[in-house]
C-alpha cells in the first residue's frame, strides 16, 4: 500500500507520496517513485494498491491530451483493466485486485486546477478501506473531486496540523514542502491493514509532485531509513502486537474520519457534474 497526501491549492496540487512497496509478509520489495507524470495532457498519475495495475493504467492515460479526456475514459479502462485481471489472476484471492487512483492537472470543463480521484472497488464495498465507496457520487472508475485537503489513508488534517483548514485561503496558506511532510509523517506513524494483519506500510521517502498550468515537479523531500527486505518499523510508533489491536479499534472510524476530510473547505464533486 502507500500514502499519497492531496493537497488543491487555488495555481497547483501539491501530491506527497512514499516510495516502498511489499512482499506478502509485509517485507519491503523496493523503494520507488509512485507518481507517473502524464507530458501529454500535463498530469500526474499516483496510486496506491495493485502494483500490477500501474504500467498499463499509465500506457494507457499517456494517450490522452488532457485532464478531461483521461476523466472520459478512464471508466472504460479501468473496467478493462479488472475484467482482464479476473480473466488472469482470479483464481488468486490473495492477489492484490483492487487500487486507488489520483490523477492531478488542469481541467478545461472545471477552469481550475483539479486532484480527482477514482477507485475499483464497487459501491458501499465493505472491505474499502478508504470509505469512498460509501458515496452517494461514487461509481467504479469515475473520477470525483476530494475535498481540497485529503489524505490516503485518512487521518485527521486539522489535529495533525493545529490548525483549522475551512477555506480555500486556508488550504493555500499550507506549505506544501513542510505541512504537507507533516500529514505524511502522520500516516506513516499509523498502522494499516495488509494481507488481514496489522503493518507499517508507508516508507522508503517521502516525494513531493507539484503540478501547475505550467509542467510537473517531482523532488524527495525525505528520506526514512528503511531497507529492502526488512519491515518497515517507524521511530515512536507503537509495536505490531499492539498496532493490531489498534487497526481493529479504528477500522470503522475510516469512512467517517474521511467524510469529515471531504466536507472541508468543499465537499466532493463529479468531474462530469462540474462540466
Given at each position: 500500500?502507500s500514502a499519497i497526501?492531496?493537497?488543491?491549492?487555488?495555481?497547483?496540487?501539491?501530491?506527497?507520496?512514499?516510495?516502498?512497496?511489499?512482499r506478502d509478509d509485509?517485507t519491503v520489495l523496493?523503494?520507488?517513485s509512485?507518481?507517473?507524470?502524464?507530458?501529454?495532457?500535463n498530469?500526474?498519475?499516483?496510486?496506491r494498491?495493485?502494483?500490477w495495475?500501474?504500467q498499463?493504467l499509465?500506457?494507457a492515460l499517456s494517450?490522452?491530451?488532457?485532464?478531461d479526456?483521461?476523466?472520459?475514459v478512464l471508466p472504460?479502462v479501468?473496467a478493462g483493466?479488472?475484467a482482464?485481471?479476473?480473466?488472469y489472476?482470479g483464481?488468486?484471492p490473495?492477489?492484490p485486485?483492487?487500487?486507488?487512483?489520483?490523477?492531478?492537472?488542469?481541467?478545461d470543463n472545471?477552469?481550475?486546477?483539479?486532484?480527482?480521484?477514482?477507485?475499483?472497488?464497487?459501491r458501499?464495498d465493505?472491505?474499502d478501506?478508504?470509505g469512498?465507496?460509501?458515496?452517494?457520487?461514487?461509481?467504479?472508475g469515475?473520477?470525483f473531486?476530494p475535498?481540497?485537503?485529503?489524505t490516503?489513508p485518512a487521518?485527521d488534517?486539522?489535529?495533525?496540523?493545529?490548525r483549522?483548514l475551512?477555506?480555500?485561503a486556508d488550504i493555500?496558506?499550507l506549505?506544501?514542502?513542510m505541512?504537507?511532510?507533516t500529514?505524511h509523517a502522520?500516516?506513516?506513524?499509523?498502522p494499516?491493514?495488509?494481507?488481514?494483519r496489522?503493518a507499517y506500510?508507508?516508507?522508503?521517502?517521502?516525494?513531493?509532485t507539484t503540478?501547475?498550468?505550467?509542467g510537473?515537479e517531482?523532488?524527495?523531500?525525505?528520506?526514512?531509513?528503511?531497507?529492502?527486505?526488512?519491515?518497515?518499523?517507524?521511530?515512536?510508533?507503537p509495536?505490531?502486537?499492539?498496532?493490531q489491536?489498534?487497526?481493529?479499534a479504528?477500522?470503522?472510524?475510516r469512512?467517517?474520519?474521511q467524510?469529515a476530510l471531504?466536507?472541508?473547505p468543499?465537499?466532493?464533486?463529479?468531474?462530469?457534474q462540474?462540466?
Amino acid at each position: 500500500m502507500s500514502a499519497i497526501v492531496i493537497l488543491q491549492q487555488t495555481d497547483a496540487i501539491h501530491l506527497i507520496t512514499d516510495g516502498a512497496t511489499y512482499r506478502d509478509d509485509g517485507t519491503v520489495l523496493e523503494i520507488r517513485s509512485k507518481v507517473t507524470p502524464l507530458p501529454a495532457a500535463n498530469c500526474a498519475l499516483a496510486m496506491r494498491g495493485g502494483t500490477w495495475a500501474c504500467q498499463p493504467l499509465a500506457a494507457a492515460l499517456s494517450l490522452c491530451g488532457s485532464f478531461d479526456e483521461i476523466a472520459e475514459v478512464l471508466p472504460d479502462v479501468v473496467a478493462g483493466m479488472t475484467a482482464t485481471y479476473e480473466i488472469y489472476f482470479g483464481d488468486r484471492p490473495s492477489h492484490p485486485k483492487h487500487f486507488e487512483i489520483v490523477i492531478a492537472g488542469w481541467s478545461d470543463n472545471m477552469d481550475r486546477m483539479v486532484a480527482a480521484v477514482a477507485l475499483t472497488r464497487q459501491r458501499n464495498d465493505p472491505d474499502d478501506p478508504t470509505g469512498f465507496s460509501t458515496f452517494d457520487i461514487y461509481e467504479p472508475g469515475t473520477l470525483f473531486v476530494p475535498g481540497q485537503g485529503c489524505t490516503i489513508p485518512a487521518i485527521d488534517i486539522e489535529a495533525t496540523l493545529g490548525r483549522s483548514l475551512t477555506t480555500q485561503a486556508d488550504i493555500d496558506a499550507l506549505d506544501p514542502g513542510m505541512d504537507g511532510f507533516t500529514l505524511h509523517a502522520a500516516q506513516r506513524r499509523e498502522p494499516g491493514l495488509y494481507r488481514g494483519r496489522a503493518a507499517y506500510i508507508i516508507g522508503g521517502f517521502a516525494e513531493l509532485t507539484t503540478v501547475t498550468r505550467h509542467g510537473i515537479e517531482s523532488q524527495v523531500i525525505h528520506e526514512w531509513p528503511d531497507a529492502v527486505g526488512q519491515k518497515i518499523t517507524p521511530v515512536d510508533a507503537p509495536p505490531l502486537e499492539v498496532a493490531q489491536r489498534v487497526v481493529d479499534a479504528v477500522s470503522a472510524l475510516r469512512a467517517a474520519q474521511q467524510s469529515a476530510l471531504m466536507r472541508s473547505p468543499a465537499g466532493p464533486e463529479l468531474i462530469s457534474q462540474a462540466a
